[in-house]
């Protein structure tokens, strides 16, 4: 069982923390984000320029973790997880025949040399709490560099618009 949880929502992007239940020590990140053009083969090698052309619109979902999900996760458990995060884009406003493409970044070198273990174990908790925290917040702000970068625009200076499942 896994859990999903929409950390912001944007005009032309989503980001999500994704959390496996059965297995909490797992950090994921990921961002939907609706490029607003079609999907080139620079995009998307591994199509044909013909599946390109037959959709609309480009949807790239970037997924961030501290360990290679296709690796460290069984088989089916890792199908389950891009089936229950690609069922997202198909239940969104206007993007039924959107070319989506999931790219995975690994994140295992997290530099450390920012983090700072607190004394203060009763507010902080252990040394293991506050470096897991600490990976959490790297990953998480990968996670929203990437939106930035792909969108071209600060987070704190994009809007909440209709880039969401929720409209009718």
Not at 25 to 40: E, G, P, Q
Not at 94 to 104: E, G, L, S, T, Y
């Amino acid at each position: 069982m896994d859990n999903l949880t929409r950390i912001l929502r944007l005009r032309d992007a989503e980001i999500w923390a994704y959390e496996f239940l059965d297995n909490r020590d797992i950090i994921v990140y990921f961002s939907i984000i609706d490029l607003n053009r079609k999907a080139t083969i620079h995009d998307n090698p591994l199509a044909t320029q013909e599946e390109l052309d037959e959709r609309d619109n480009y949807i790239s979902m970037d997924v961030h973790s501290h360990l290679d999900l296709k690796k460290t996760l069984e088989e089916d458990i890792f199908d389950d997880f891009i089936t229950n995060i690609s069922a997202l884009v198909e239940h969104m406003h206007d993007f039924h025949n959107a070319h989506v493409f999931i790219h995975m970044h690994v994140h295992d070198k997290i530099e450390l040399t920012d983090f700072q273990l607190e004394k203060d174990e009763e507010m902080h908790g252990d040394e293991k709490e506050q470096l897991y925290t600490f990976k959490r917040l790297w990953i998480q702000q990968a996670c929203f560099q990437l939106v930035e970068q792909q969108l071209n625009r600060k987070i704190t200076d994009m809007s909440n618009s209709r880039f969401c499942q929720d409209l009718k």
